[in-house]
């Protein structure tokens, strides 16, 4: 199989799509085509549960942990060996800069091979209730897994939702976004290939529409719903799955603020939050959009990060030097640029005027960063998550305040507080409604710890242990075996 066709896999057979249709992969730097993949239906979507169904219904997955394990093992040594083929065919396929692809690919087998780790430890425990009578509690595998990937972070969100699926036992279908179809159909096959894999375990099935994704919602076949997305998607998710009961695994929108006190290096934080503010263009869900500052040094930050954003390179993703590459298409860059025009024409101040970049860029999705000040966290570029690189700066005086302001949202997946003052920043930490919150950094996600939201920000947690409880289901067990006689 060729990444630049790439096609269905179910119940371990390469297929084209069932109505022969194809859908066109377009590289967002320049708008050129990089390659086709099946655009399938739900008649193809029905397939791949029936053969993951099936899969399940056998014991050599679901009840082999060590076999599981290893197929995991070898799955992430196949992707090491060609981690800087797969990290320049991402920046094709996402548009994002080079550096940030192989950051995500190396990140996404450091995972793989944490739930491989975990695959033989799924404990349970037993207890005597009464003399004679045992409960035991079991960890079991779901069942069938749909997952729901999307375009931004492509590689390490299949995986943070796929390994832990595998590592329960759990059989999957992959639904990938369309944009970025052919860096999904090259991990899957990576892991296609591994030995030990039963046929109709691992499942891919691409579209360019959402016949398939409705399917897994809806299907009383999924037994667990995993998604990364937005807000709006998620809820019609719950709504689509809510008949059949299945379990959710859901991380949603964010809008996360950065809380920088007084005592804060205002020349060093002001650079790591334009970093954090524009990775992947901006588009990723913990990026940082709202930076509250002390009024003691809110002058002195506008200008600071005003300075960083200026000074980071916007540029098509294998460019030398490129910091900022394109969004994810043309259509998304249309509405990313109409929200920042609106934001510079409705906020107090404009610091750095962002939106469409033109000359060499304009034959791709780019978009320059924007920076305005604003007090009133009402306003509609505060509340609303805008998936590209806008950010907003806002003044506090007090802890209470900076509190305040950065809990004004619906959303809560993740924050940074930046201080020296060791207590000052776990106080704050505790008070904010955030389900990450980092100190003194941002952005920063790996395999052992869990992330999730808090309010609309989703349900479950990802990474960690505690992404094992979305794909597992706990079974007690009680028998009375009486006690031994007395001689």
């Known amino acids: 199989m060729k990444t630049v066709q790439a096609l269905n896999l179910i119940a371990g057979e390469w297929r084209e799509a069932s109505s022969g249709a194809w859908g ?3 590289n967002p730097s320049n708008g050129e085509v990089l390659g086709r993949y099946a655009d399938s239906s739900q008649v193809d979507g029905e397939a791949a549960l029936e053969a993951a169904r099936a899969a399940f ?12 394990q290893m197929v995991m093992l070898r799955w992430a040594d196949r992707l090491d060996t060609r981690k800087t083929e797969l990290a320049h065919l991402l920046t094709l396929d996402n548009g994002k800069v080079l550096a940030q692809s192989l950051g995500e690919i190396t990140s996404a087998i450091s995972e793989i091979r944490y739930y491989a780790g975990l695959t033989r430890y799924m404990p349970g425990h037993v207890f005597e209730v009464e003399p004679g009578v045992f409960s035991s509690i079991l960890k079991e595998p779901a069942g069938v897994a749909g997952i729901i990937v999307p375009w931004n972070a492509p590689v390490v969100l299949l995986v943070r939702s796929m390994a832990p699926a595998l590592a329960a036992g759990c059989t999957v279908v992959v639904k990938p976004a369309p944009q970025t179809a052919l860096i999904t159909a090259a991990l899957i096959e990576a892991l296609h290939d591994c030995e030990s894999l039963p046929a109709g375990v691992v499942n891919l099935v691409s579209e360019a529409g959402h016949d398939v994704a409705a399917l897994l919602a809806q299907s009383s076949q999924v037994d667990v719903i995993s998604f990364t997305g937005s807000n709006e998607t998620g809820q019609r998710i719950m709504a689509a799955a809510a008949p059949s ?6 991380e949603l929108g964010g809008k996360s603020s950065c809380l920088v006190f007084d005592d804060a290096d205002v020349d060093r934080v002001a650079p790591a939050i334009a970093a954090a503010a524009t990775v992947i263009s901006g588009q990723q869900c913990t990026a940082a959009r709202r ?10 930050m506008k200008q600071a990060l005003s ?9 098509p993703g294998l460019e030398r030097g490129a910091m900022i590459g394109p969004l994810i298409d043309e259509q998304a860059a249309r509405c990313v640029a109409a929200q920042i025009d609106a934001a510079m024409e409705q906020a107090q101040e404009v610091l750095v005027r962002g939106g ?26 505060i509340q609303e998550e805008v998936f590209g690189p806008l950010l ?6 007090d802890e209470a305040e900076a509190v305040a302001r950065a809990n004004h949202s619906e959303f809560g997946l993740a924050a940074s507080v930046w201080t020296h003052d060791g207590a000052r920043g776990l106080r704050i930490a505790r008070a904010l409604k955030n389900g990450t919150v980092w100190i003194n950094d941002h952005n920063k996600l ?7 939201g808090y309010k609309k920000s989703g349900l479950g947690r990802l990474h960690g242990y505690d992404a094992l409880i979305d794909f597992q289901e706990t079974k007690h067990i009680y028998q009375n075996v009486g006690l031994l006689s007395q001689i």
């Open 291 to 300: 930076v509250l500052v002390h009024g003691s040094c809110y002058a002195r």
């Open 446 to 452: 790996f395999a052992e710890a869990e992330t999730g």
């Open 392 to 397: 907003v700066i806002e003044r506090f005086e």
């Open 307 to 315: 300075a960083a954003l200026l000074a980071l390179p916007v540029g």
């Open 57 to 68: 219904e056998r014991p050599e997955w679901s009840r082999d942990p060590r076999r599981r």
């Open 356 to 381: 469409r970049a033109g000359g060499v860029l304009q034959g791709g999705a780019f978009v320059r960063p924007a920076l305005v000040a604003h007090q009133d966290t009402s306003a509609a570029f």
């Open 245 to 250: 009961m299945k379990k959710l695994s859901l």
């Open 24 to 26: 066109i992969s377009i």
